[in-house]
């Protein structure tokens, strides 16, 4: 398994990297890790740090790490998935390693993250969830100062403690990638891209509006 890293924090986590290659007419074609310049992310080529250089490309680190932990929790679940202890032990270790993640990453896999608590201390910076947003998606929080959570400091009324991520002051959800049909765009939904709303035409829409412009409408309030 790789951990991407773009200063300092984890923009993806994959076991199998797609490398390119620039070439001399400015395109990209796939390449095996040794020889390659790059690598996608999300749709995004990102130039490789130490290799040769990618002009108008951010920079990243790509580290291996160990998935044995991750793997053998894997195994268990399929083994055994009616052992629910081990399913919970699991999704914690899970939550724990996403409590590194930046938030851009970190609201592709909302769902991974536990809900809100009263009465929880809570730390500088970590994750939960609290409702949903406008496209009926969990709403991810992060939390700005340590404190022990109160039933009257609700996370989508005090600015103070809490930080909705991906929502545009508006309210409007910022346009993530989807990660399957499961949590895809469907028709009608509102979205911010760039800096602009846009609103599905389609159902199971996984592509932002710039990758597929058919698939959105400019949408005024």
Same mark, same amino acid.
């Given at each position: 398994?790789?951990?991407? $890293? #773009? ?7 994959? =076991? #199998? ?30 130039? $490789?740090? =130490?290799?040769?250089?990618?002009? =108008? ?11 044995? /932990? ?14 629910? #202890? ?5 999704? %914690? ?8 993640? *930046? ?38 929080? %992060? ?10 400091? %609700? ?5 103070? $403690?809490?930080?909705? @991520?991906? /929502?545009? #002051? &508006? *309210? ?21 891209? !760039? =800096? %602009? $709303?846009?609103?599905?035409? @389609?159902?199971? !829409? ?10 959105? &409408?400019?949408?005024?309030?």
């Amino acid at each position: 398994m790789y951990k991407i $890293l #773009k200063d300092g924090e984890v923009l993806s986590v994959t =076991g #199998k990297p797609v490398w390119v290659k620039s070439q001399e007419n400015g395109s990209f074609a796939l390449s095996t890790e040794p020889a390659a310049h790059g690598v996608v992310v999300n749709g995004e080529v990102f130039h $490789l740090s =130490g290799r040769p250089e990618i002009e =108008g490309k951010e920079s990243v680190v790509i580290a291996e790490v160990d998935d044995g /932990l991750y793997a053998n929790g894997l195994t268990v679940l399929v083994t055994d998935p009616l052992d629910l #202890k081990t399913v919970e032990q699991f999704r %914690k270790v899970v939550q724990l390693f996403a409590g590194s993640l *930046g938030e851009d990453t970190a609201m592709e896999v909302a769902t991974i993250y536990p809900a809100y608590q009263v009465g929880r201390a809570y730390a500088a910076g970590d994750y939960f969830t609290y409702g949903t947003n406008n496209v009926g998606d969990p709403q991810l929080y %992060k939390v700005v100062q340590a404190h022990t959570s109160q039933a009257d400091w %609700k996370p989508d009324s005090t600015a103070a $403690l809490y930080t909705p @991520i991906g /929502l545009t #002051k &508006e *309210g409007y959800a910022e346009w993530s990638q989807p990660t399957g049909a499961h949590d895809a765009y469907n028709k009608g939904d509102i979205v911010s891209c !760039n =800096g %602009k $709303l846009y609103q599905s035409k @389609i159902d199971g !829409n996984i592509w932002s509006p710039e990758a597929y412009p058919d698939g959105w &409408e400019t949408y005024i309030e």
